[in-house]
T-cell receptor
Framework: AAGVIQSPRHLIKEKRETATLKCYPIPRHDTVYWYQQGPGQDPQFLIS???????DKGSIPDRFSAQQFSDYHSELNMSSLELGDSALYFC???????????????FGPGTRLTVT | QKEVEQNSGPLSVPEGAIASLNCTYS??????FFWYRQYSGKSPELIMS????GDKEDGRFTAQLNKASQYVSLLIRDSQPSDSATYLC??????????FGTGTKLQVIP
């Protein structure tokens, strides 16, 4: 079965640079979530989109922005990168048509961002 | 206080034993509960979802939910070394937002 695709898988940037992370949800999934996970920490919710509209917002810094496109893929844009932004960034997707299982989230493999 | 609480472990069990992982949540409006397994450096993998009180079994895994006690558990029977991972409990109070616990590290000793 098709899974969530994320690109790139690894990214190295310098401080103050910008980065763009991409997420392609499971086919027919209409909701995308972004998480940040630091070493030894649980995934921290950043932001989510449903049908191309922002649906929820978590602890996303103002330096970050995201959007969901007409083909349901999503991009997380990160500017003025700081050393503390180094982390694993996961995208997850779900289907609102899933009934009671509508918020079963399936995670992509993640993008490991290193800021030097 | 986190909305979803787990003992960080590590929880060590011998191979073949039952591993019992526990989780409590504070939001009484939570309706959906999930267990994810995460290997180091990898993404969380959904292994169980439970929505109503009682037990739900899937292979070697059994999830248990008690909404009155705000308690969720995961039992892993016949534990294998390959089960060694961090197990994340998650709860959802409504559409879309899911809150994760900090995870319990399980070590299965051969």
């Amino acid at each position: 079965a098709a899974g969530v695709i994320q690109s790139p898988r690894h990214l190295i940037k310098e401080k103050r640079e910008t980065a763009t992370l991409k997420c392609y949800p499971i086919p027919r999934h209409d909701t995308v979530y972004w998480y940040q996970q630091g070493p030894g920490q649980d995934p921290q919710f950043l932001i989510s989109f449903y049908e191309k509209m922002q649906s929820d917002k978590g602890s996303i810094p103002d330096r970050f922005s995201a959007q969901q496109f007409s083909d349901y893929h999503s991009e997380l844009n990160m500017s003025s990168l700081e050393l503390g932004d180094s982390a694993l960034y996961f995208c997850a997707s779900s289907s609102a048509a899933g009934g009671i299982g509508a918020n079963e989230q399936y995670f992509g493999p993640g993008t490991r961002l290193t800021v030097t | 206080q986190k909305e979803v609480e787990q003992n960080s472990g590590p929880l060590s069990v011998p191979e073949g034993a039952i591993a019992s992982l526990n989780c409590t949540y504070s939001d009484r409006g939570s309706q959906s509960f999930f267990w994810y397994r995460q290997y180091s450096g990898k993404s969380p993998e959904l292994i169980m979802s439970i929505y109503s009180n009682g037990d739900k079994e899937d292979g070697r895994f059994t999830a248990q939910l008690n909404k009155a006690s705000q308690y969720v558990s995961l039992l892993i029977r016949d534990s294998q070394p390959s089960d060694s991972a961090t197990y994340l409990c998650a709860a959802s109070g409504g559409y879309q937002k899911v809150t994760f616990g900090t995870g319990t590290k399980l070590q299965v000793i051969p």
